[in-house]
């Protein structure tokens, strides 16, 4: 079974600077989507970033980047230029590519702290 | 457009009260989840659904959860005899399709609170 491992409970940046999150995951599949979602208080999770396992580059969406380490199965997520707003819970998700499969394992999640 | 809907945004009930919670998808969308988030955890997959397919409900943890989707559209979640482990966050969401490149689409959740 595939599981998804966040061991960050908790960081914080200072507005402007660079934080990473981590997320290790594993599994016995070699074709996977790795996601992250961000949970504001508001409770509303909402897509940051999808990487597919397929594809070698790192997907980027403005600020936030990924790194992608496929052999170390590893996925981080990286917050470019911290803004107030970024402060939120960050789950990282993993979904099988195979047809016939939906389900999405989500990590514990790390909670952001942006200092002013 | 409007988002996934869910209702009510907070319910407060007395162990062993049933609950009934409501997602309203978006328009047209065919794939609906229930999630379960408990204080501190990710979120646990509870059920699925994909148009007119038979759901999989291998994720809700008894037989005293239950869901459905009318008409491919509306679906609630229903907990029977509720218990206070029962209280968490509980999340829908909605996708065009079953596809992982169809992004999920979620609603603002149910806090529910088993006094």
């Known amino acids: 079974a595939q599981t998804v491992t966040q061991s960050q409970p908790e960081m914080s940046v200072q507005e402007a600077e660079t934080v990473t999150l981590s997320c290790t995951y594993d599994?016995?599949?070699?074709?996977?989507?790795l996601f992250w979602y961000k949970q504001p208080p508001s409770r509303q999770m909402i897509l940051v970033i999808r990487?597919?396992?397929?594809?070698?580059q790192n997907a980027t969406e403005n600020r936030f980047s990924v790194n992608f380490q496929k052999a170390a199965k590893s996925f981080s997520l990286k917050i470019s230029d911290s803004q107030l707003g970024d402060a939120a819970m960050y789950f990282c998700a993993y979904r099988s590519a195979g047809s016939g499969t939906y389900k999405y394992i989500f990590g514990t999640g790390t909670r952001l702290k942006v200092l002013a | 457009g409007a988002g996934v809907s869910q209702s009510p945004s907070n319910k407060v009930t007395e162990k062993g009260k049933d609950v009934e919670l409501r997602c309203d998808p978006i328009s047209g969308h065919t794939a609906l989840y229930w999630y379960r988030q408990s204080l501190g955890q990710g979120l646990e997959f509870l059920i699925y659904?994909?148009?007119?397919?038979?759901p999989d409900k291998s994720g809700l943890p008894s037989d005293r959860f239950s869901a459905e989707r009318t008409g491919g559209s509306v679906s609630t979640l229903t907990i029977q005899r509720t218990q206070q482990e029962d209280s968490a966050v509980y999340l829908c969401?909605?996708?065009w399709g079953a596809g992982a490149e169809q992004p999920q689409h979620f609603g603002d959740g149910t806090r529910l609170s088993i006094l």
């Open positions: 990487q597919e396992a397929y594809k070698q």
């Open positions: 599994t016995s599949e070699s074709d996977y989507y």
């Open positions: 969401a909605s996708s």
């Open positions: 659904f994909q148009g007119n397919s038979a």
